[in-house]
């Protein structure tokens, strides 16, 4: 084939919006997220040139992961995952609740910047979890967001006697969530079952810094 002008313009634009737009798949990004975790446990973080990114950056993004995440300041998604900027698209609420609001931000990184896996992601020894457990109380807008874990505290009571009731809140919550996301999105319905969306679980140990899968 011979390159005239008009093959090298077409030539590169596939190749500028293939670059724009070059999505990690679902699979690949919880490799990420994975690997990204047993660096931060290791220790052995990856050399990052933040101010550099900016620069990279400045002009769109391309997050391959959406993450819902708690606000704890323990559970800092970049960190824990070792990861630099334009590379998570973090929803955070206490207790990764899926609200209209946090659903509406995952809409929009699913649909508009092409992000293929959702996690939703737990954490030991959550207070809006525990608060969720323990009842009394609080103030109108907390218990706005309580009312969103209230489906997985009911799911714990109802199987009886359970020695660790909030860590068994906490992995029901995160499954209640994913199941929420999809329930009250017809858009990430459509992904999931198309196959062009993964939505898993995560339960991050505050006592060691692992996130777990929750299956
Ligand atoms: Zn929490």
């Given at each position: 084939?011979?390159?005239?002008?008009?093959?090298?313009?077409?030539?590169?634009?596939?190749?500028?919006?293939?670059?724009?737009?070059?999505?990690?798949?679902?699979?690949?990004?919880?490799?990420?997220?994975?690997?990204?975790?047993?660096?931060?446990?290791?220790?052995?973080?990856?050399?990052?040139?933040?101010?550099?990114?900016?620069?990279?950056?400045?002009?769109?993004?391309?997050?391959?992961?959406?993450?819902?995440?708690?606000?704890?300041?323990?559970?800092?998604?970049?960190?824990?995952?070792?990861?630099?900027?334009?590379?998570?698209?973090?929803?955070?609420?206490?207790?990764?609740?899926?609200?209209?609001?946090?659903?509406?931000?995952?809409?929009?990184?699913?649909?508009?910047?092409?992000?293929?896996?959702?996690?939703?992601?737990?954490?030991?020894?959550?207070?809006?979890?525990?608060?969720?457990?323990?009842?009394?109380?609080?103030?109108?807008?907390?218990?706005?967001?309580?009312?969103?874990?209230?489906?997985?505290?009911?799911?714990?009571?109802?199987?009886?006697?359970?020695a660790d009731m909030v860590q068994l809140?906490?992995?029901?919550?995160?499954?209640?969530?994913?199941?929420?996301?999809?329930?009250?999105?017809?858009?990430?319905?459509?992904?999931?079952?198309?196959?062009?969306?993964?939505?898993?679980?995560?339960?991050?140990?505050?006592?060691?810094?692992?996130?777990?899968?929750?299956?």
């Amino acid at each position: 084939m011979r390159f005239n002008r008009s093959n090298i313009v077409l030539l590169i634009f596939f190749i500028s919006s293939s670059v724009l737009f070059s999505q990690v798949g679902p699979e690949e990004a919880l490799k990420y997220l994975e690997s990204g975790n047993a660096r931060f446990l290791s220790g052995q973080f990856s050399k990052k040139d933040l101010l550099g990114e900016v620069k990279n950056l400045q002009n769109g993004q391309s997050p391959y992961a959406v993450i819902l995440a708690c606000s704890d300041s323990r559970v800092p998604p970049e960190l824990v995952f070792d990861e630099s900027l334009g590379k998570l698209f973090i929803v955070r609420l206490a207790g990764n609740v899926a609200t209209p609001e946090a659903i509406g931000s995952i809409e929009y990184a699913v649909e508009h910047l092409h992000s293929q896996l959702i996690v939703v992601l737990g954490h030991s020894k959550c207070g809006a979890v525990t608060a969720a457990v323990n009842g009394g109380h609080t103030t109108p807008n907390i218990e706005k967001l309580i009312h969103y874990i209230e489906p997985a505290v009911n799911e714990a009571k109802s199987m009886g006697d359970i020695a660790d009731m909030v860590q068994l809140c906490v992995d029901l919550n995160v499954k209640h969530q994913i199941k929420h996301l999809t329930e009250k999105s017809p858009l990430l319905e459509e992904k999931v079952a198309s196959g062009a969306l993964l939505i898993v679980g995560g339960v991050y140990d505050l006592a060691t810094g692992q996130m777990k899968s929750v299956q």
